[in-house]
Structure formats: structure tokens, C-alpha cells
């Protein structure tokens, strides 16, 4: 009981320290701060909560991996395994740093609040689940120098913003082996991106020119999806999974704004002198990719699992409107796995913990100058069970990875980065009748 009690203790440290670096960093309201999130719409998220990203993504062959019911949206067929209500919300924080022929750039920190969703038993066979997620992250800020005649100039790139994913789900179970789901979602968001030409030496006397572009994008997603069960012996299974994207097409209205505006003597922008340009322009439609995800996982019960997945995107066929952005095909490898030492432990905490551990590789769709960029990351995070009452369950589920993409070959950048996942697990019998003698 006292080693529970410091536990305890421990956690609400943890949940301390995160939301403090939460909200010293959330007034910038970027979300990202990488130079490869100009492509497509931004930094693709990925539809994982932290529980699935401390195995490295895992997720395709994910069910109920231990005592908690678990809502694993990257596949919702499993939905169909959910006995109780479900809550998880949680919040994100992105660390990193890049660098280009030798030189390292600061250290950039963001954080957001992640994700809110919800799961729902409809039947012993069935169950919904629905909230919101974040889609994509768009946050780079880079610079490059010139000369105009005889004046020195730079010129600013920049963009911000993102898109988010509400989604409503449904999986049930149709033999004592396979199961089906869906999800639909709608896709919504602002990407908005800069090019700024500023002078060096005339800062405070010559006009500046900045060129805004807004992108307002939303429309609907439909995934689906299926998980094959096979009973190895009666404690332990294999579990075959797939999700599926047939491809949908998103609405995208844009405007582009030109302004002039200068800086003051330290350098600090003052307020824009005039617009030199408007337009509003038209909407177009965004052809979204093709994508699969097929995977695999041996499970026993309560106590360990271990699995890989296996993606593959068709991004080269993504269009904005009749403009052909050059994208590349993109696959990934995961695997990870999970591991508790022994879920009916009494005499020692550690013992109930979920321990998690992933790795995966990406071959992003970006390609520079015939560059692939690539993406490496190791993967690891914890469960915590929390005290329960008759009814409820509480788990803190936190994650970790520390990755790379890109790399300084080239005079290519290399951006290294740690992204923390924190989340809180909810399981609770909700919606139940009350029967009166």
C-alpha cells in the first residue's frame, strides 16, 4: 500500500510537469516546427492514441491488450471487443532541434491538448466509438539570404495551422473469429503559409513584402477495416488485422493576400502599412491517397503480445485541384510489442504496469532533389493502473519517441525530435437501467 501511495505520487508528478510544459508552450498555438511539414497537408499525425505509439504504432492486430478495454481508432474493428464505456483524453508534446551542414538550431518545444474520444458497447457484440483527433500539423520557419543590386535581403518562408479529425465508428463481431468496422470522419482545418522578402540594412526605412496563403480545407473520410482471431490455445492467439482508405477528395478554398510593412530600430515588425494584392480564390478539391495497413499479432492473455504492421500510401496520386505537388508512394515497417509481468500482483506495483516497446521506419513522401526522406524512430511508454472502485477502471498511459528524418547529406536538414503522448484511460459501466423492487 505505501509503494502504491508513492506511485501515485509519482504520476501526479508527471501529470504536473506535463501540463506545466503545456501551457508555457501553448500560447504559440503551433504545433509542429519542421521544414518537411510544408509538403501535402503538414505532418501527418496518425489516428494513434499513447497506449499504440509506445509499441512504435502498433495497431492493426491490437484488441484487448490486457484487463482495460482500449479504444484503438487506427483499427476499428476491434471496437467490437469494448464490455465497458470508454474515455481517453490526452495531450502531446513535440521536442526538436534541426541542423544543416554542421550547424544545430535551437531547440524548438510545442505542445497541444492530442486527443478526446469516447467508446460505447452497443451489444456484447458491438460498439461505437466516436471524438476528435489531430490529422496534421503544419510549423516550419526558415530563411534564405540574396542580394538585390547592392542591398543585402532575406527571404522568409514560413506556414502554421493543421487539421483535425472528428470521427464516428462502429465494430461489431460476425463469428466467433472475425470482426468488421468503420470509421467516417470529417476532415477540417487552416494551413496557412508565407513567403516575406525583407530587407537587411534598410530595416527601418524600407518597406518590406510578405505574401500570405490561406487554405481552408474539410470534407469527409471513410476507413474500413477487419480482424481475424485464431485461437493459438486457450490463453493464447494470433490476431490478423487490416484498415483500409479507398482514397476521398477534400474541399479547399484559398485566398492569398500581398501586404508591406517595416521594422523598427531592434528588429521588431510593426504594423502593416498597406495590402498590395487580394484575391479569393476559387475552390478546388484535394485528391487524397489510396492507403493500407495490413498487420499481425501473437497475444497471450493478460500478460504479453508482440506484432508488426505494414503501410503503404499511393501519395503520388495526390492532386490539389489540377496541380500535381510531386508527392512520392510512402510505406512503413512497425514492430512492437507489450508486456505485463502480472496483471493480479499484490505485493508489488511494478508488476501491474504495462511495459511497451516499438521501433519503425518510414519512407515519408517527400523526396528533395532525388533525396528520399526518411524517417527512423524507437518507441517506448507505460501503463499505469490507477485505485478502482466496484465499477471503474483508471489507467495513465504515457509514450515516448525519439526519431529522426532527414538527414544533413545533401544539404538536406536533419530533424531530430522526441514527441511525449500523455493519456488518461477511463473504463466505466455507463447506461446501465436501474431496477427498482
Known amino acids: 500500500m505505501k509503494l502504491l501511495k508513492t506511485m501515485i505520487k509519482v504520476l501526479n508528478t508527471i501529470f504536473f510537469l506535463f501540463l506545466l510544459g503545456f501551457n508555457l508552450s501553448a500560447s504559440a498555438q503551433v504545433t509542429s516546427s519542421s521544414p518537411y511539414s510544408q509538403f501535402g497537408l503538414g505532418d501527418l499525425s496518425g489516428s494513434l492514441l499513447p497506449q499504440n505509439r509506445a509499441m512504435g504504432g502498433l495497431s492493426m492486430g491490437i484488441r484487448k491488450p490486457g484487463l482495460y478495454d482500449n479504444i484503438n481508432l487506427a483499427n476499428p474493428a476491434s471496437y467490437s471487443t469494448l464490455q465497458l464505456t470508454t474515455f481517453d483524453v490526452g495531450a502531446s508534446m513535440d521536442i526538436r532541434k534541426l541542423s544543416k551542414a554542421g550547424i544545430t538550431g535551437k531547440t524548438q518545444l510545442n505542445s497541444t491538448l492530442s486527443h478526446i474520444t469516447f467508446g460505447v458497447p452497443v451489444n456484447k457484440f458491438s460498439a461505437v466509438s466516436f471524438g476528435l483527433v489531430p490529422y496534421s500539423d503544419l510549423g516550419y520557419r526558415f530563411m534564405n539570404s540574396g542580394l538585390v543590386d547592392t542591398s543585402k535581403v532575406n527571404y522568409v518562408y514560413g506556414g502554421e495551422g493543421g487539421m483535425s479529425k472528428a470521427y464516428l465508428g462502429y465494430g461489431f463481431r460476425i463469428s466467433k473469429n472475425l470482426s468488421l468496422g468503420f470509421n467516417l470522419a470529417y476532415l477540417f482545418g487552416s494551413l496557412k503559409q508565407t513567403r516575406a522578402f525583407e530587407f537587411v540594412n534598410e530595416a527601418s526605412t524600407a518597406f518590406n513584402s510578405r505574401t500570405q496563403y490561406n487554405n481552408s480545407v474539410g470534407g469527409l473520410s471513410y476507413d474500413y477495416a477487419f480482424q481475424y482471431t485464431a485461437e493459438i490455445s486457450s490463453k493464447s492467439k494470433f490476431i490478423l488485422g487490416y484498415s483500409g482508405n479507398s482514397g476521398n477528395s477534400l474541399n479547399s478554398r484559398s485566398s492569398i493576400v500581398t501586404t508591406r510593412y517595416r521594422k523598427d530600430v531592434l528588429g521588431d515588425e510593426l504594423a502593416a502599412a498597406d495590402s498590395t494584392f487580394f484575391a479569393e480564390g476559387a475552390k478546388i478539391k484535394i485528391q487524397m491517397p489510396l492507403s493500407h495497413t495490413a498487420g499481425f499479432a501473437f497475444e497471450k492473455t493478460n500478460a504479453w503480445l508482440f506484432g508488426a504492421d505494414f503501410t503503404y500510401s499511393r501519395w503520388s496520386d495526390y492532386r490539389e485541384g489540377n496541380t500535381n505537388p510531386g508527392l512520392n508512394d510512402s510505406y512503413g515497417v512497425i514492430v512492437g510489442g507489450q508486456f505485463i509481468p502480472d ?95
Open 343 to 437: 496483471v493480479n500482483a499484490i505485493s508489488s506495483y511494478f508488476k501491474l504496469m504495462d511495459y511497451r516497446l516499438g521501433i519503425k521506419y518510414d519512407k515519408t513522401f517527400v523526396k528533395i532533389g532525388g533525396n528520399d526522406i526518411n524517417q527512423y524512430a524507437l518507441n517506448f511508454g507505460f501503463g499505469f493502473p490507477l485505485p478502482r472502485n466496484r465499477s471503474s477502471f483508471y489507467k495513465i498511459n504515457l509514450s515516448a519517441e525519439v526519431g529522426q528524418r532527414g538527414t544533413e547529406k545533401n544539404n538536406l536538414v536533419r530533424d531530430r525530435y522526441v514527441n511525449i503522448h500523455l493519456g488518461f484511460t477511463l473504463n466505466d459501466k455507463w447506461f446501465l437501467k436501474t431496477y427498482i423492487d
